[in-house]
């Protein structure tokens, strides 16, 4: 299925000439690379916790790090096999929800109210433990214990090694917890559809401090830098002092539906947030090939949404940190989504964004492109010369995770698409990985609720997808 929805025709400002010597695939020359400002440096070194000091065994929250990069730090292999699986028929797992790994454990919630924790190498079942309400996102492992919020308006906290409840606080009583918590800062933190945001202390689940924003909060949050980071369903996004509760600043209202998906990605001092709409900036419709790289194309899009930011509708937007004001524009489109916002992108080894744009292949054909967030355009894409793998999906979901070498673009599949695979940044090459899933009861095509982007730990890749856990080796 590849219907696409135009909502707005992006005008280009008149009289530009074409760069005729741009490639139709891969990179900008490099004579004007060399002319772009590059960004601060690798992940490591510009982020306030550097994914580095994460084990590699661990990807213990979601995107790995509280500030949601995606982003593992080491190589993975390329021989690519199934291991073992976990069918959740008929129970179900919420679509964002994203498999977490700590100490040798992947750990998943259902939508029938139970929590799972299986070896991380061989799916055998560790234990199960019924909560008796749905649990709609991901967990968080930190201290020997596994985080999440319920429906039934509580957080619990369970013994990772035996599954244990350590402790439950019940925060509400007809409004539940559809967001993961964030771990940072000594704090379990997480915000409810009741519209208070709280954060507890993960020994005893004693509420530390609770901020109430007066909306539903339904999007997970992210923390940097002494704040901690969402949007709520009043079109705002909120930053709170992770240390005191106290209010550091909310943002202007934001064009948009909603902030009910997915959660911000904070980097280089921007904080980037995604809601759920139909526009972007960027090129309209099914561009000649070589103009999705061009940068003169590019910045004069962006500067003619400076100029007339009326002409568009925007679903990216990157606020500053420090105070919440809008910082400028990025280049950015709606690709890679059904019913619900674009899933927010990865960062790579060298601080680019991975963001789904138009394919320097031409045609009717959507991919992923690597986002310099310094110049605020498009500077590579993600292609292989000759070859028609690595494509998006224009209208169906699709996430993806950084490694130091590979880009994993994770799709729900389709029963007549497979786009799941992997770009090797070395190589310049893809390659399409099988679906994986076993058990197709119960698949549906609306893909409604979203997807989740594969976790990585020990060289393993985990995905759920049909509401099946697969777990793959990366190395012979």
């Known amino acids: 299925m590849h219907r696409f929805r135009i909502v707005l025709l992006v005008m280009i400002l008149g009289g530009l000439s074409l760069i005729s010597n741009l490639p139709v695939y891969g990179m900008l020359p490099p004579s004007e690379l060399n002319q772009i400002e590059q960004p601060a ?11 580095e000091s994460i084990p590699l065994s661990e990807w213990p929250q979601v995107q790995r790090d509280p500030q949601h990069t995606g982003y593992y730090p080491e190589n993975l292999g390329t021989n690519f096999q199934v291991v073992w699986r976990h069918a959740f028929q008929p129970e179900k797992v919420f679509p964002q929800v994203q498999a977490i790994i700590s100490g040798g454990r992947v750990f998943v919630g259902t939508e029938m109210g139970n929590m799972y924790a299986f070896n991380a190498t061989t799916g055998e079942q560790a234990w199960k433990a019924s909560i008796g309400s749905p649990i ?5 492992v930190d201290g020997g214990k596994v985080f999440f919020g319920a429906l039934d308006g509580a957080v619990y906290a369970l013994n990772a090694t035996n599954g244990a409840q350590v402790w439950k ?7 539940g917890f559809s967001t993961a918590p964030v771990v940072a800062d000594g704090k379990v933190m997480l915000g409810g559809r009741n519209g208070i945001f709280y954060a507890l202390d993960p020994n005893s689940g004693q509420v530390l401090w609770s901020y109430p924003v007066g909306s539903p909060i339904l999007q997970t949050a992210a923390w940097n830098n002494g704040k901690v980071y969402f949007g709520a369903m009043d079109m705002r996004v909120y930053a709170i002092n992770s240390a ?43 561009p000649p090939a070589n103009q999705v790289l061009d940068p003169t194309i590019q910045q004069n899009i962006l500067a003619d949404y400076a100029a007339n930011p009326q002409k568009y509708s925007p679903t990216l937007f990157r606020l500053y940190e420090t105070n919440g004001e809008q910082a400028p524009m990025v280049i950015h489109y709606n690709f890679q989504t059904m ?21 320097p292949q031409g045609g009717y054909s959507s991919g992923w492109s690597r986002l310099n ?35 994993l673009a994770m799709h729900i599949e389709e029963e007549n698409a497979n786009f799941t695979g992997y770009y090797n940044l070395d190589t310049r090459q893809w390659t399409l990985i099988p679906a994986g899933a076993s058990n197709r009861q119960m698949q549906n095509n609306t893909q ?29």
């Not at 440096?41 to 994914?51: F, K, M, T, Y």
């Not at 709609?136 to 968080?140: D, G, H, R």
């Open 339 to 359: 019913n619900g916002a674009t899933p927010p992108p990865c960062v790579d080894r060298d601080g680019y964004l991975i963001m789904p744009s138009w394919t």
């Open 169 to 175: 606080n019940q925060l509400s009583t007809l409004q």
């Open 136 to 140: 709609l996102n991901s967990v968080a």
């Open 244 to 286: 005191s509760g106290t209010l550091a600043w909310k943002s202007a209202q934001l064009p948009g539906m909603t902030f009910k998906d997915y959660w911000p990605l904070v980097l280089n001092g921007m904080v980037y947030i995604r809601p759920m709409g139909y526009g972007y900036v960027g090129i309209s419709e099914i």
């Open 373 to 407: 967030p310094t110049t605020r355009i498009l500077v590579d894409a993600l292609v292989e010369v000759g070859s028609n793998e690595g494509k998006g999906n224009q209208d169906e979901t699709m996430n993806v995770t950084c490694s130091k070498n590979l880009i």
């Open 448 to 476: 409604g609720g979203g997807g989740n982007p594969a976790s990585i730990a020990n060289g393993w890749v985990y995905h759920i997808t049909y509401y099946e856990l697969v777990a793959r080796r990366t190395q012979p």
């Open 41 to 51: 440096g690798p992940i490591d070194q510009v982020i306030e916790a550097s994914p």
